[in-house]
């Protein structure tokens, strides 16, 4: 047997079945019409947005990165929940302003920025964060040509990255943003060319769950927007600190104590440098702020044998839900949270563990790798927790032809 990853605290159950948001599984997936179905409760999302906001200094905007979930009904409901919203492509610049997030509250991050993309973030007066001096002499033209004044902030590729980050974003060579020792030059080009110059974004990192590694990682990015801003002689009417806060995914992982975090940020601020005092300052979240708000549910299609293993076969699979798989961005293959929803409250798992896998025909398909769950029969929905980030919008649906996976935001 492999372990799994912890359930996050926010799941009850009523007669054996799941409940998310007080609703029971199968009634919401009767509502959707179908499984698989992606099920996003708001209450969630809400509650975790206050316990940051409770958690941070109060003058620190929330932004939230929306590649982690950019379902629209969900992108609505944000945009009434936190500050800014960053986008990493035209497309994403486009959904945020529909979802009705005023375009100045908006940044788009991203290392290959065509001309059409920078154009309509010019043109909407979105905050474009510059990946590189090249990236700033385009956006430059190109707002001569509309005759529009653009908003530009500068990503830093920090010299200094988040310890124990799952994904490393900053530190060595880096195809995001420019090295620290040229940022300084590159804002000052882009006020001397009359830029309407935003301040700085540095992101160091994803997926950390050590609350002292953020701090230190905070600390050393205030530090630095304060040494580059004295060299551009401009105080940064932004300080874009990044984001990184993980959430537990796998055994062992703990939930990440935003406390400290925000008594360190809270006292960093209170004692930054001079040039730093009318700056603005936030940070950046995606899955912080909605992976546990997601519960994939999918239904067991059959169970088979094979040499003595039990293979519990469902309708979905890694084509809508690739990160359960352990194919995004994970070395080791673990287990996440799973249960079977309709049976949620039974205590005692079947003796020998059962291996979940999808509906996709490659043995990368894998959901549950030798799982202690209560025996599955065909007709059973099965539960993958943590779905709320990285999930639908970040699988490869098209691949084998299956249908797209439903969506349904609740509360
Ligand atoms: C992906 C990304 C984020 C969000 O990262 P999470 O780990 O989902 O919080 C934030 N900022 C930038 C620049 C990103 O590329």
Not at 315 to 320: F, I, P
């Amino acid at each position: 047997m492999k372990p799994m990853g912890p359930i996050p605290p926010w799941f009850g159950a009523e007669e054996g079945m799941l409940l998310i948001g007080g609703c029971g599984a199968a009634s919401l997936v009767d509502e959707a019409g179908d499984t698989p179905l992606f099920v996003y409760d708001m209450g969630i999302v809400e509650a975790t947005v206050r316990r940051l906001r409770d958690a941070m200094p109060h003058q620190l905007g929330i932004h939230y990165a929306i590649k982690a979930n950019p379902y629209v009904p969900l992108l609505a409901r944000m945009t009434g929940l936190v500050d800014g919203f960053d986008v990493a492509s035209g497309g994403e610049a486009a959904r945020a302003l529909e979802a009705g997030m005023p375009a100045d509250r908006i940044s788009f991050a991203g290392p290959g920025k065509r001309d059409d993309e920078l154009r309509f973030a010019i043109e909407s007066g979105v905050t474009l964060n510059l990946e590189s001096e090249g990236e700033g002499a385009r956006a430059i033209a190109i707002a001569n040509r509309v005759g529009k004044t653009p908003r530009l902030a500068v990503r830093v590729n920090p010299d200094f990255d988040l310890r124990g980050s799952g994904m490393r974003m900053g530190g060595g060579a880096k195809p995001f943003g420019v090295d620290a020792e040229r940022a300084a030059a590159l804002a000052r080009a882009m006020v001397d060319a009359g830029a309407d110059w935003r301040g700085w974004h540095i992101f160091a990192g994803s997926q950390a769950l050590d609350p002292a590694a953020i701090i230190e990682t905070q600390a050393a990015t205030i530090a630095l927007a304060a040494r580059l801003s004295d060299a551009v002689g401009q105080a940064p009417p932004l300080v874009n600190l990044g984001g990184g806060f993980g959430v537990p995914y796998f055994p062992g992982d703990e939930r990440l104590d935003i406390r400290p975090i925000g008594a360190a940020l809270d006292s960093a601020l209170e004692h930054r440098p001079d040039i730093l005092k009318d700056s603005h300052f936030a940070l950046e979240l995606g899955r912080w702020l909605v992976a546990e708000a997601g519960v994939y549910l999918t239904r067991v299609v059959d169970v088979k044998q094979s040499q003595g293993e039990t293979f519990v076969v469902v309708d979905g699979g890694l084509h809508h839900q690739l990160a359960a798989s352990g194919n995004f961005g994970t070395v080791v293959r673990r287990n996440y949270p799973l249960a079977i929803a309709n049976r949620f409250d039974t205590a005692a798992p079947a003796p020998d563990p059962v291996t979940v896998v999808g509906c996709l025909c490659t043995p990368l398909d894998r959901l549950g790798d030798k799982v202690a769950l209560p025996p599955a029969t065909p007709g059973d929905l099965i539960a993958i927790f943590l779905a709320g980030a990285y999930g639908a919008s970040a699988s490869p649906a098209a691949f084998l032809g299956h249908s797209p996976p439903r969506e349904l935001l609740i509360g």
